[in-house]
């Protein structure tokens, strides 16, 4: 079994499109039905276009070579979260007590989101 795609809901597709497409760095694409897709290795973050945006509940989370490349585009689009995780702010890095180096943000629609970098992901497995 392998998880492939993951739909994010937002009000605002346009806008959506370009929020996305700044913070990943990357162009997504239409595929009809008020989606856009954005292949993020082997899972596609589909945007999916609704009048009543209904967030995830949990955070998404995307490993990435240049962690503070990714921390700028998120601070340049005010996007990052301003909560705390275990003590710490969730909006900087900070090497988490699971050792992930990581910060969060959150999109217009209240999506969270949380980068790590890839070096130092955990899996649960040594």
Not at 1 to 29: H, P
Not at 103 to 126: H, I, K, Q, S
């Amino acid at each position: 079994m392998k998880l492939f795609r993951i739909i994010l809901q937002v009000g605002d597709l346009e806008r959506a499109t370009s929020f996305y497409g700044e913070l990943f760095g990357v162009a997504g694409r239409a595929v009809g039905g008020g989606r856009i897709y954005f292949d993020c290795g082997a899972v596609i973050v589909a945007l999916l276009g609704v009048a009543d945006p209904i967030p995830v509940p949990e955070y998404v989370y995307f490993a990435v070579a240049d962690l503070d490349g990714v921390l700028a585009r998120a601070r340049k689009l005010d996007a990052l979260a301003t909560e705390e995780v275990h003590g710490e702010p969730a909006g900087a890095i900070v090497v988490r007590p699971w050792r992930e180096r990581s910060f969060y943000a959150v999109d217009p629609w209240r999506n969270g989101l949380c980068f790590v970098d890839e070096t130092t992901l955990f899996t649960g497995r040594r």
